[in-house]
């Protein structure tokens, strides 16, 4: 932790900071496409070869970037372990919400 004073308030992001992209370790790089481009609508920004990917919605470089450098063929991470527990996707308007949860349903 950073040096604090004791009479000073403690360090907070600033409202309306939004985090960029998320870089995600996966172990198929085609099953996770056919997931995040395939279903949800990412576009690739860039690939390499088969091991990364950026995708993007709109102009940004991108919002997610996939790749299997340390994780090739990796089973699931068990349950108990450090790893990432949650991703939002935010979309624009409850329709557009509803369409994608309808879509992912349909796909099971």
């Known amino acids: 932790m950073a040096d604090q004073k004791d009479n000073q308030d403690p360090y907070k992001v600033p409202k309306g900071t939004r985090?960029?992209?998320?870089h995600l370790k996966v172990s198929e790089l085609a099953r996770s496409l056919r997931f995040?481009?395939?279903l949800l609508g990412f576009q690739i920004t860039q690939q390499y070869g088969d091991q990364a990917v950026f995708l993007a919605s709109g102009d940004y470089h991108h919002h997610l970037a996939l790749n299997t450098w340390q994780s090739l063929g990796a089973p699931p991470a068990p349950k108990r372990s450090a790893g990432l527990f949650h991703l939002a996707i935010l979309y624009p308007t409850e329709e557009a919400l509803a369409g994608i949860?309808?879509?992912l349903r349909e796909a099971d």
């Open 19 to 22: 985090i960029g992209h998320v």
């Open 36 to 38: 995040y481009q395939d």
């Open 101 to 103: 949860f309808k879509r």
